[in-house]
């Protein structure tokens, strides 16, 4: 008779979330995320995934980021035939998120293929998989609506409570039953928002808890407030518009677009920006915000109050243009008029955004603005950091653009806002809290402040190791 928590991701880092409940020997999966970062490591784990996939009795998947998600459809064509549960609105996103990284790793083999085939070389590189197994994946879904509490099996109930960090996004409270009937409730945070955020809710309170397990991205940092986010922005193409020039934006298509959509249809209707054409130029994001468009469930008051009560959609206005083909793409940079074009990817390394940058990084009336994590070795990085002459696709460019930075956007609770949520808990509850999802200085950092707050009992969870509840 046991009950046993143990991580196989997102474990002493940030990428590919995986933790595991084990019942009795019954066990539940929370999130089965892809492995992020330099392509042979990532890869090798990935190709791991968790053992015996079959017998698994259930997973929950908290929100659709590509490191919470991304691994469903191994997991699928591995011979998992058992439920996936998720809120609507995340089952819906991880759709588009697992589709894409299908057709971008069908796409990887066929040109690393060609390459090799021209240097002669052996090639035998396959991808994780493929549409059809993310079709599979998509079947297995079962949905649950925010605090609708759920039966998943012998002696497992789950209730999910809005995490405030994108659409559909959820904390797990899940109750686990031995056979010898003692219960134990256990919350998984995924990964944890912030009050603020545009679109959807703040982090909801949850019901006592004996064992937290939470993320620690931000354990060492605090951010700037949500709320200044929109005034920043207005200043920004305020005077890039002055100077007649354009706002480039790489973001990450999935709630980053939203949210700066969400802000320019508000800046313009107040009249706080002039109007100017509002371009997003990713099929993807375009994909995307669909989702956002038929999930008013998930939005917060100020939404409602602003457009749902007006039949408005906060997705759609007068100015905002969506291209989703590549000849729209390129007519873009035949236009002169002072414009924002919101591309991907975020950290500038693929896509469509890179061909926007050649256009207009050497023109100094034009404005890069970042609003996402940049990480280390990016083109995206190296534009941050203003380095006087960046490489795109083999070529040099000056850059004589402004670049502009606004680091309210983050959609994770840093170390402050993170305590602000636990002291909704039971903390005399409160036996332990496990802490994932974060770099080794920000776990410590987290755990030295938590023990601060007396905090009784704070573990960094090791990879691979069991911990008895
Ligand atoms: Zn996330």
């Known amino acids: 008779m046991s009950i046993r928590l143990h991580s196989e991701g997102a474990a002493g880092e940030v990428t590919g979330s995986k933790h595991v409940l084990t019942i009795d020997g019954a066990r539940c999966l929370i999130d089965c995320g892809a492995f992020q970062g330099k392509r042979e490591v990532a890869e090798e784990k990935n190709r791991a995934l968790v053992p015996d996939p079959e017998s698994l009795s259930s997973v929950v998947l908290t929100h659709a980021h590509f490191d919470h998600c991304g691994m469903l459809p191994l997991l699928a064509k591995r011979g998992y035939r058992g439920n996936i549960y998720a809120t609507p609105a995340t089952r819906d996103l991880a759709g588009v998120v697992m589709m894409d990284s299908a057709a971008i790793q069908a796409r990887d083999a066929e040109y690393l293929a060609k390459q090799a085939a021209k240097k002669g070389q052996k090639f035998d590189w396959k991808p994780l998989y493929d ?7 998509m079947g297995q879904f079962v949905t649950v609506s925010y605090e609708r509490p759920l039966p998943i099996g012998d002696g497992m109930r789950i209730e999910l409570f809005d995490a405030g960090h994108i659409l559909g996004s959820a904390i797990c409270r899940m109750l686990a039953r031995d056979r010898s009937g003692r219960e134990v409730a256990i919350g998984f945070t995924g990964d944890l928002g912030r009050k603020n955020k545009p679109i959807i809710r703040d982090p909801s309170p949850i019901p006592p808890v004996d064992y937290l397990v939470i993320e620690a991205t931000y354990g060492d940092r ?14 920004i193409v305020n005077r890039t518009v002055k100077r007649g020039g354009k706002i480039i934006i790489p973001s990450f ?4 677009t939203q949210e ?4 320019f249809h508000m800046l313009t209707d107040q009249k706080k920006i002039p109007e100017i054409p509002i371009w997003v130029d990713s099929p993807m994001a375009i ?10 469930e998930c939005y917060d008051e100020e ?13 759609g206005f007068n100015s905002l243009h969506f291209s989703s083909s590549v000849q729209d793409s390129k007519r873009l940079n035949d236009m002169r008029e002072p414009m924002v074009i919101i591309s991907a990817d975020g950290m500038c390394e693929a896509g469509r955004i890179q061909h926007h940058l050649m256009h207009y990084i050497s023109d100094q009336r034009n404005t890069i603005l970042i609003v996402g994590y940049m990480a280390a070795n990016t083109l995206g990085r190296r534009i941050k950091e203003r380095e006087p002459e960046v490489r795109i696709h083999g070529d040099f460019f000056r850059l004589n653009a402004e670049v502009a930075e606004i680091n309210a956007f983050s959609a994770h609770a840093d170390y402050e806002e993170s305590w602000e949520w636990m002291t909704t808990l039971d903390l005399e509850r409160l036996k332990k809290v496990f802490l994932v999802h974060g770099e080794p200085e920000s776990l410590s950092a987290m755990r030295t402040f938590l023990l601060g707050k007396g905090v009784k009992d704070v ?8 911990y008895e509840l």
């Open 260 to 263: 700066l959509v969400y802000y």
């Open 287 to 296: 994909n995307a915000t669909s989702i956002f468009q038929i999930h008013p």
């Open 222 to 235: 605090l951010h700037e407030s949500a709320a200044d986010a929109m005034d920043m922005l207005a200043e």
């Open 459 to 466: 573990q960094i969870v090791k990879y691979g190791e069991r």
């Open 253 to 256: 298509a999935i709630e980053r």
């Open 131 to 137: 549409e059809e197994d993310v079709v599979k994946a």
């Open 303 to 315: 939404t409602h109050q602003a457009f749902v009560r007006h039949h408005e959609n906060p997705f």
